[in-house]
């Protein structure tokens, strides 16, 4: 009964895939985007994540007499706001794959992996970018309500803003695909932009050698360069930047994406 | 058109699917049965690429589903239909399913109707749908692509007696069409109305496979009746030889029902009941998994096998 011969095209039975493309990208991607907002979880929590910078922007404003204040001092303080925000965001899109199941479904239809992989990240950056794009407006917005000069060192504006939530989206991937699953990923993340950095000035405050080891294997502290301006980071910066990155962004983004490629969703 | 070609796929030394070969052929419904844990839904689970397998090859119409673009379009897939967002609406899901294939959102419309989902029933959310729902909505999601092959784990799990009908309807009307359809199954007398061929699989080995006849080819007959003269009944057939014990009200007798009736016809025997007491396909299942069964050897719960004639054969109904 094992028949061992595969089909000839054309004998019954046989698919003919011939005038079947492959999903392109942007559809993936489109619809990775669609996934993300089409609950009420997805939904309400980027709407938050909005309404949270408008009202911290807001009352910066308003407690701000707006000596001396300009459009840049908004931006970070919107951006830090979405900083924070941002990779949990990120999390649940990869998250939810697997703790609601829907992986069965979603690699099903593309069985290519590392497709759907690009599309989520595709995904995520096209959600990224928009919310930092949004939360520019709510800068505006702000430095209008306070009458704060309009203008912002290009460095800040790159480095603090952009890259360093840029950053942000890269971490929340890596997480999330290397714990597959959501509270566990929400709270490492935490853990490692909150708790890590006090653990290591702490441990600095005490030794001196781990004060100056630190900036090189600790990713946040190394970051806070990113939030100085216009100010040039040194070599030695860019190097602690790179080396700290790969420890905490590359190997983690790395392990996870091979563990998503091989998982079984069950 | 699906051949699996000896198939394994183990997790340590454990082999949840053993060697496993069979085909299931375009327009007809193959029933692939087992009890729980027997390699179903790992099997199918490997034919859809969600698990490599360890060694052996599925392929689906001549391509290895990972080879098929699209493959929605061709193959539909539900493996688990409680395994969606609780948060979407079902029309959400399957309007996401019709995006990623191309579809135009007019589809997720005709299978919403063709599954009897109404329009309320389709803005609510997932959560709130009973398994039957949830089962309804897989089908219309595997359906979505008008695929031409179609692999559904425990398809009717949840259904009620109507839907099970519908689903049955459904499955056979696609296969007479010409579509392949892999269904599996732990409820044989839900297969067993509507699949051409069977697989029955235990412990992760394929035990026996054949269309419904082969199957019960090599069981040896039996007849059960009821005269109004049973003691003559008994009597004439123990002169032909024939084995013959006393069944409830009637008898019960070791050869086919024609060799009864016309026993029966040869010496003016008035028959009130006469049909076939051989053992069915469950004895037959169960028998060939007795091995593989949680609950060791049913007899144990019910007290009754096709293996021991003589005693009361009622099975028909009662393991359901």
């Given at each position: 009964m094992s028949a061992t011969i595969a089909p000839v095209p054309g004998t019954p039975g046989a698919l003919d895939i011939s005038s079947t493309p492959r999903v392109p990208l942007g559809r993936l991607v489109s619809v990775e985007l669609r996934k993300s907002l089409d609950t009420r979880a997805g939904r309400w929590f980027t709407g938050s994540i909005v309404a949270l910078c408008l009202a911290i922007v807001v009352i910066f404003a308003l407690i701000s007499d707006g000596g001396g204040l300009t459009y840049g001092d908004f931006l970070l303080v919107s951006g830090s706001v979405l900083g924070y925000f941002l990779p949990i965001l990120v999390i649940l899109m990869v998250t939810s794959e697997w703790s609601q199941r829907t992986g069965l479904v979603t690699f099903t239809l593309e069985p290519h992996r590392p497709r759907v992989v690009l599309a989520k990240f595709l995904a995520a950056l096209v959600l990224g970018a928009s919310l930092i794009v949004l939360a520019a407006a709510v800068a505006g917005l702000g430095a209008l309500i306070a009458g704060a000069e309009w203008s912002v060192e290009t460095g800040l504006l790159v480095n603090g803003f952009v890259v360093a939530n840029l950053i942000g989206i890269v971490l929340g991937f890596a997480i999330a695909m290397l714990l597959m699953n959501t509270p566990a990923a929400i709270v490492t993340y935490f853990i490692y932009t909150l708790v890590l950095p006090t653990a290591v000035a702490i441990l600095g405050a005490f030794q001196e050698w781990f004060a100056d080891l630190a900036p090189w294997i600790e990713f946040n502290t190394a970051q806070a360069t990113l939030f100085e301006g216009d100010y040039v980071p040194t070599g030695e910066e860019t190097a602690q930047l790179v080396t700290s990155g790969l420890i905490w962004l590359v190997l983690p983004f790395v392990l996870g994406l091979l563990r998503l490629l091989r998982a079984e969703p069950k | 058109m699906i051949i699996v070609d000896h198939l394994t796929r183990k997790y340590g030394a454990f082999a949840a699917v053993d060697d496993v070969s069979f085909t299931a052929q375009p327009g007809r419904v193959t029933g692939f049965l087992g009890p729980n844990g027997a390699g179903k839904t790992t099997t199918m689970r490997v034919m859809v690429g969600l698990t490599p397998a360890t060694s052996g090859t599925v392929t689906i119409g001549g391509h290895a589903y990972q080879d098929i673009p699209n493959p929605g379009r061709h193959v539909g897939v539900l493996l688990?239909?409680?395994?969606?967002?609780?948060?979407?609406t079902g029309r959400e899901v399957l309007t996401i399913g019709a995006r990623t294939m191309g579809l135009p959102d007019s589809r997720v419309d005709e299978m919403l109707e063709l599954v009897s989902l109404t329009g309320a029933e389709s803005k609510r959310r997932v959560r709130n749908y009973s398994l039957g729902m949830r089962q309804r909505l897989g089908i219309a999601h595997a359906l979505l692509g008008d695929p031409s092959v179609l692999i559904l784990d425990e398809?009717?799990?949840?259904?009620d007696p109507a839907g099970i009908r519908w689903m049955r309807g459904l499955l056979k009307g696609y296969a007479d069409r010409g579509g392949t359809v892999l269904l599996s199954s732990h409820l044989l007398h839900e297969v067993e109305q509507i699949a051409d061929e069977m697989i029955l699989i235990g412990r992760g080995r394929v035990v026996a496979q054949g269309d419904k006849k082969t199957l019960l080819q090599g069981q040896a007959a039996a007849a059960l009746v009821t005269a109004t003269d049973n003691d003559r009944l008994a009597q004439v057939l123990r002169d032909k030889g024939v084995g013959v014990t006393v069944s409830g009200e009637g008898l019960r007798a070791e050869c086919a029902t024609v060799e009864v009736g016309r026993a029966a016809a040869e010496h003016g025997i008035v028959l009130t009941d006469l049909r076939s007491g051989s053992a069915g396909l469950e004895d037959l299942f169960l028998e060939l998994t007795a091995g593989t069964q949680r609950e060791g050897h049913p007899e144990a719960a019910t007290q009754q096998s096709g293996q021991q004639p003589g005693q009361q054969s009622s099975q028909q109904g009662v393991h359901a």
């Open positions: - | 688990d239909a409680s395994a969606q967002h609780a948060g979407r398809p009717a799990n949840g259904l």
